[in-house]
């Protein structure tokens, strides 16, 4: 059994106070042994600076190394995988949304870059996030195989296919996701479920374990013109039919779990979706749209 821990919380203000919130939560999950694997949510370390568009905020990708040093020092002192999602900046000009997995010994076991770019009211991503360029890659760990995606990309399916087909024994979705003061009570329900309903999806067509997980809390937007996001949280793990193993709600909380990554096999003899697949026929996938012709 894996033992896993997700980190639900808010944003502290700055980065500092966030950091170091972060780091007191892993350090009593390492201490009460409660976790192998501990996975943070989306651009875990900064506000949500996405709400607008304002070239400030590049200047956050100069931490990217400062970072990895950190949770490079916290995975080696408490001997955990950790799981971060950092803003990379790569170059002049060149930024990306970044997971990098952290190993026992401090090592980096590998990256994944954000491959699904949002642009939307709120979302403004595509001003600093230049897709992924490594493909959907697993990245092999001491805990397992693991299928990194982040927040967007949990919406399609391709991605969770691919990762599973080059073995990923689970999928982590890091995700920042919220409602906007104006959604209707009715709106933000009808987006909450879908997003749930998406990601266990991934897990049932697929024979594998999910971790989705989401920041909480009111962030206002810094430029004074969006409304501001009120991230709703709901993180939860599902098992490999979907079956929900632990879930959340809208409070800070360090979501705690066993997860059976041997089940995969047995839910995958019963339920073989990869053995009925008819690659054959899936030519048309590699379109952007299927127009009809006369």
Partial sequence: ?????????SFKGDRERTLEYIATQIQTIAHNKSAQLIVLQELHSREYFCQSENTKFFDYGDTYHDDIVFFSQLA??????????????????????TAVVFETNGEIAGIYRKMHIPDDPSFYEKFYFTPGDLGFEPIQTSVGKLGVLICWDQWFPEAARIMALKGAQILIYPTA?????????????????????????HSIANGIPVIALNRVGFEADLSGVGEGIDFWGHSFVCGAQGEFLANTNTTE??????????????????????????????????????????
């Fill in 76 to 97: 080696k002192r408490y001997g955990v995988v950790i799981v971060s999602s950092l803003f990379e900046k790569r170059s002049f000009g060149l930024y990306h949304n």
């Fill in 177 to 201: 996701i919220g409602w906007t003061p104006s959604d209707s009570d009715d709106e933000k329900q009808r987006q909450l479920q879908a997003w749930i309903t998406i990601q266990r999806s």
């Fill in 253 to 294: 909380t360090n979501m705690l779990c066993e997860i059976d990554l041997a089940r995969s096999e047995e839910v995958r003899r019963i339920w073989p979706f990869l053995r009925d697949r008819r690659i054959e026929s899936y030519t048309d996938i590699l379109k952007r749209f299927c127009d009809t012709t006369t």
């Fill in 1 to 9: 059994m894996l033992k896993i821990a997700a980190l639900q919380h």
